[in-house]
């Protein structure tokens, strides 16, 4: 099977199609080829050749929003890309020499120039939309797919006059390495006779969750005699944090281990005992997947509140906290934190949180194959 994956910008627009890869080798009696339609300057650029997974790239650019001059000069840029069709030429060469028997799609706006050419070529699209509300590029080329696999049954009904859309969750990664967990706190640099606390602000970091780190869990851990002596703590800080978090990590008297980028999540969040993070689609479906307390800090600025609604189910359950930017109190948030720690300790606690795992990646990965290997025979 040849299958050709476009999307990116994000981890979140990245990881869940490589879930759904890792379900796909796991299903499949044959070799699986795998072509990256993506751009050569944003996450994916980095990501997927360390995951072995061949990129193409095309030249393409966001849609900017505001009424300010710049972005003005930047959409009229973004405008003559896609009316010369050079976006659509590039992905047409990449799709025309892989001969793909499907496209998937994750969405941003890279997607969107290949979603186009494989309708026109009539190669099976298939799209994960992973967000609480479809995104633009999922709203434009719904219509083009096969099936979209949706993170929730209300994006499923938006999605489901223009094309198969069935709920799934989000596909994430599994934890199938070969380490224990022993084994990986030592690969870390990590205690085996401490909780972890794993911070995240997904792959390119998350300014408030690391400034609320520094400043306020850091301090609340080093100076409790009795934290100090059973937590520790590892920080994927991101690129802009990375020093900060280097400099302050040499006076703590407890383990604290900051990086800029953890590139194999699935490791830490299987050593860890609580995560704090924001709440996007993936890392709230993650959580799940590995039964972990967490304290989310949903993203403000998307104009319709999607890391709230990811986070939502799971908080009304009593199963996770959630602290908004605009109402954070320092005082809430440390009780969150130890009653995460306590929560962690409980297996019923831990596995009313494993409720929430849909175990997407084997659905849509089955879908996907049997569409295809049945329109092969």
Same mark, same amino acid.
């Given at each position: /099977?040849?299958?050709? =994956? ?43 050749? %360390? ?61 969107? #120039? ?19 509300? #479809? ?36 596909? =994430? ?86 990086? $800029? ?51 939502? #189910? ?7 906290? /959630? ?23 409980? #297996? $019923? ?19 996907? %194959? ?8």
């Amino acid at each position: /099977m040849r299958i050709a =994956i476009t999307g990116g910008g994000t981890g979140g627009h990245i990881y869940p199609a490589v879930a759904v890869l890792d379900a796909l080798k796991l299903k499949l009696s044959r070799n699986l080829e795998v072509l990256w339609i993506g751009t050569s300057n944003r996450m994916e650029a980095q990501i997927v050749p %360390a995951l072995n997974i061949r990129l193409a790239t095309i030249e393409i650019m966001p849609l900017k929003r505001g009424l300010s001059f710049t972005a003005f000069e930047h959409n009229a840029a973004l405008a003559w890309n896609l009316l010369s069709g050079k976006s659509f030429m590039q992905a047409a060469r990449h799709l025309a020499e892989f001969s793909p028997d499907c496209l998937l799609s994750t969405g941003g706006y890279v997607a969107y #120039p290949a979603c186009k050419v494989a309708a026109k070529l009539n190669i099976p699209l298939f799209i994960i939309e992973p967000n609480s509300t #479809p995104g633009l590029t999922t709203l434009k080329t719904a219509k083009l797919a096969r099936a979209a696999f949706c993170a929730s049954a209300s994006v499923a009904s938006k999605l489901g006059r223009a094309t198969e859309a069935i709920e799934t969750g989000v596909p =994430i990664r599994t934890y199938s390495g070969g380490l224990s967990k022993e084994e990986i706190l030592e690969k870390y640099g990590l205690s085996r006779n401490k909780k972890t606390i794993f911070i995240t602000g997904g792959s390119l970091g998350a300014s408030f969750v690391n400034k609320t780190a520094f400043s306020i869990l850091v301090e609340m851990i080093d100076s409790s005699a009795e934290l100090v002596k059973s937590v520790q703590v590892l920080h994927q800080t991101g690129k802009r944090d990375f020093e900060v978090a280097k400099k302050l990590s040499a006076d703590l008297r407890f383990k604290y281990i900051p990086m $800029e980028y953890v590139a194999n999540s699935s490791e830490a969040l299987y050593i860890s005992d609580v995560l704090i993070g924001r709440s996007g689609a993936s890392t709230v479906a993650e959580a799940a997947h590995f039964g972990i307390p967490a304290v989310f800090f949903p993203y403000m600025f998307h104009k319709d509140n999607q890391q709230i609604l990811n986070a939502l #189910p799971m908080v009304q359950a009593g199963v996770a906290f /959630m602290h908004r930017e605009d109402e954070f109190s320092p005082e809430d948030f440390k009780e969150s934190v130890l009653d995460a720690l306590a929560g962690s300790a409980n #297996p $019923e606690f831990r596995n009313r949180i494993r409720e929430f795992d849909r175990r997407a990646a084997d659905a849509v990965a089955g879908k996907i %194959a049997a569409t295809i290997l049945g329109a092969a025979n």
